[in-house]
């Protein structure tokens, strides 16, 4: 019997393991459990591998998943991060238009007292042009700071000796005061102040600069257009 099996393990090409299993088994029933016990190993061999194969399917899968998920979040903080760049940029805005409404409404309640509010959003629309034009060139802008600065000061008392918008300023006072907040000191004396600088043709001034008066008894502060 062992014989024939051989012979048809031969002719059907058997795996070599059942060739062996022949030769090593002493009669045909030592064969058979043999056998079956190669058959159940190699059944469960079989089952192992299949669900290694199908945990290393998931674990690829759940990889892909992960990337797209990482790549799904990373556009998602891309958009996160766009929107609070324009909401910042919003909020800029409207800080910076809050600021010059608050800074016009100063300006023509003060100008308002003497009749001139109109006269003084005019005066300060050019001003603010001219400053955009000098931080563009990247020139001094302080001189505009002291012409939009001093039109808030309209309205506040003549003080002879005053240096604060509390008590009051007298001409050169003011002007002190207004190149101290740009942290430029000043004297407070209006021929002391004609001194300091040098001197142009009216055609050449500039806003910011100052004017002078009655032999440098008086200072103003010129704010462009004549």
């Not at 061999?45 to 194969?53: F, G, R, S, Y």
């Not at 002007?175 to 050449?204: F, I, K, N, R, T």
Request: proline share 3%; aromatic share 6%; with cysteine.
């Amino acid at each position: 019997m062992l014989a024939r099996l051989l012979v048809a393990s031969y002719k059907n090409d058997w795996h070599s393991d059942a060739v062996m299993l022949v030769l090593g088994s002493s009669d045909l029933g030592d064969f058979m459990s043999s056998f079956d016990v190669r058959a159940r190993v190699d059944a469960a061999v079989a089952t192992t591998v299949a669900e290694i194969d199908a945990a290393r399917e998931q674990i690829s899968e759940h990889r892909r998943q992960l990337v797209a998920d990482r790549r799904a979040a990373e556009r998602s903080r891309l958009r996160i991060a766009e929107a609070t760049a324009t909401i910042k940029s919003m909020l800029k805005q409207r800080h910076r238009l809050e600021r010059q409404l608050g800074e016009e409404v100063v300006i023509a309640l003060a100008a308002d007292r003497i009749g001139q509010a109109e006269l003084a959003l005019q005066v300060r629309r050019w001003i603010t042009a001219d400053l955009r034009a000098r931080r563009s060139d990247r020139e001094d802008i302080r001189p505009d700071r002291v012409a939009l600065q001093g039109l808030e000061q309209i309205g506040v008392p003549y003080r002879w000796g005053g240096t604060s918008p509390e008590t009051g300023f007298d001409c050169s006072g003011l002007v002190s005061w207004l190149w101290a907040q740009q942290g430029v000191p000043m004297p407070h004396l209006a021929a002391a102040q004609y001194a300091l600088g040098w001197h142009v043709e009216p055609s050449q001034l500039g806003i910011g600069d100052l004017v002078f008066f009655h032999k440098l008894g008086h200072v103003g502060i010129y704010v462009g257009h004549g």
